[in-house]
C-alpha cells in the first residue's frame, strides 16, 4: 500500500511524523496543504473534519494524531530504527516524554502564535507572556532529566524525540532556552543535527517568514 502524508512543510507536528519517516527511509508521498494545491485541503477534511494536521493515509485508511501515526507507523511499515522500545515499561517513559513535548512545550507556543495571528497587540502580548511562564517551566523541569541521557528517554532516538525536535526548535523562538539550562541546549543542538530532522528544517526554511512572532537568524 502507498503511504501519502498531509501536512505542510512549516508545522511542528507535520515535521514530527516527517522526523519518523526520514528516519526509516520509508517511502511516501507529500501532499503540500498549500494554497497551490487546494485538492489536498479537500481530501485532507474528507477524511479529518476535525481540520487538524497531519494526517496519513495508508491505502484507504486514514490515521491522525502524531503519535498514533507514529506508532502506526512502527506497527505496519517498520523500519531499521524502532521508535518506540519492546519493553513495555520502557515504553511507557518514552510515551510519557512524547506526551511532556507535545503538551507542555508545543502547547504554550501554539498558544502563542496563535494569539500573534489575531493581530490583537495585547492578546499577542498576552500570549507571548503565558507561553514565557510555561516554557520556563518546562525548560527546568527538562533540564533535570537530561543529566546521562543523550536522548530523550536515554540512548535510543525514540518517538519521544520526534515530539521534542520541533517543540524545542519553535519553543526556543518563541522564548529562548537561556544559559540556566545547558543540558536542554545541549539536547537541543543535537535534535538540530540529527540527518531526519535537519532535513525537515531545511525542507521549511523557505516558510520561516510565516512564523507570526518573527523568526531569529539562526538554526
Ligand atoms: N494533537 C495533534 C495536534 C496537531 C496540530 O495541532 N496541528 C496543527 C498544525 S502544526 C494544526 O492542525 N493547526 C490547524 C488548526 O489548529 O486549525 C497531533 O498530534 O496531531
Known amino acids: 500500500m502507498s503511504l501519502a502524508l498531509y501536512g505542510h512543510p512549516f508545522s511542528s ?44 493515509l495508508d491505502g484507504e485508511r486514514a490515521v491522525v494524531e ?46 502563542a502564535v496563535a494569539m500573534a495571528l489575531t493581530g490583537d497587540p495585547g492578546k499577542a502580548e498576552d500570549g507571548r507572556a503565558q507561553a514565557r511562564q510555561k516554557l520556563e517551566l518546562a525548560y527546568a523541569w527538562l533540564e533535570t532529566q537530561l543529566p546521562d541521557r543523550y536522548w530523550a528517554c536515554g540512548a535510543q532516538f525514540s518517538l519521544a524525540d520526534c515530539a521534542a525536535a520541533p517543540s524545542l526548535f519553535y519553543a526556543d523562538w518563541t522564548h529562548p532556552i537561556s544559559d540556566a539550562h545547558p543540558l536542554l541546549r545541549g539536547y537541543r543542538a543535537r535534535l538540530l543535527a540529527r540527518p531526519s530532522f535537519a532535513r525537515a528544517v531545511d525542507e521549511a526554511r523557505p516558510y520561516r517568514v510565516l512564523f507570526p512572532l518573527g523568526a531569529p537568524d539562526r538554526d
Open 66 to 111: 502524531t503519535s498514533i501515526i507514529i506508532e502506526y507507523l512502527q506497527l505496519q511499515h517498520a523500519g531499521p530504527v524502532s521508535l518506540l522500545p519492546a519493553d513495555a515499561m520502557q515504553a511507557l517513559d518514552v510515551r510519557f516524554m512524547d506526551r511532556f513535548f507535545d503538551l507542555h512545550v508545543m502547547s504554550p507556543v501554539q498558544h
Open 13 to 56: 507536528y507535520t515535521q514530527k511524523v516527517l522526523i519518523a519517516l526520514y528516519e526509516n527511509d520509508t517511502p511516501f508521498q507529500f501532499r503540500n496543504l498549500g494554497p497551490d494545491t487546494p485538492e489536498h485541503a479537500a481530501e485532507w477534511l474528507r477524511h479529518w473534519p476535525l481540520g487538524k494536521f497531519p494526517l496519513l
